[in-house]
């Protein structure tokens, strides 16, 4: 997305910072996004949206009390995480009926038809480990065969 907006002549932050580092990958997309790039804001709120209808459509299947993003996305939660609340509270019910209020919802979607009713809540956060969840979990696997 990021080389499409600067093929576009949109983004001159984006092209700034891909001609002047060799290996210009996300985490600089992401940096530039934190400092407030509109070109680079805009490729996470992609990224948040397509994110919340995923696990919109999860927590409308399964309705389980804690949904975990891990992986190397989960490192720019802070970039793409509002969009994706913004798209929990639009397409799912369960969610909009058990997330705690929010102050940018504007009462539209699935979050202006109900109201919070009952203690359980639905989680989503960020996994804590992030891109090494993986390695710390493979290297619980021989201990937990010898309980």
Same mark, same amino acid.
């Given at each position: ?13 984006? $092209? ?5 580092? #060799? ?9 530039? $996004? ?15 949206? @397509? ?13 389980? #009390? ?7 996305? @989960? ?6 995480? #509002? ?13 909009? @009926? ?20 009952? #203690? ?6 960020? $996994? ?9 979990? @493979? ?9």
């Amino acid at each position: 997305m990021a080389r499409e907006a600067i093929a576009s002549r949109r983004a001159p932050g984006l $092209a700034s910072a891909a001609s002047s580092n #060799p290996e210009f990958n996300a985490k600089a997309v992401f940096n530039l $996004a934190i400092q407030g790039d509109e070109a680079a804001k805009k490729i996470f709120g992609r990224v948040g949206r @397509a994110l919340g209808i995923c696990v919109a459509n999860l927590v409308n299947a399964f309705n389980l #009390p804690m949904y975990v993003v891990g992986g190397g996305v @989960a490192s720019a939660w802070e970039a793409f995480s #509002p969009c994706l609340f913004e798209e929990l509270r639009q397409r799912s019910l369960i969610y909009a @009926a058990t997330a705690p209020r929010s102050p940018i919802s504007d009462g539209q979607g699935a979050s202006g038809q109900v109201e919070f009713g009952g #203690p359980t809540r639905t989680i989503i956060t960020r $996994a804590l480990l992030g891109s090494d969840a993986g390695l710390y979990g @493979a290297a619980q696997l021989p201990m937990a065969g010898s309980q």
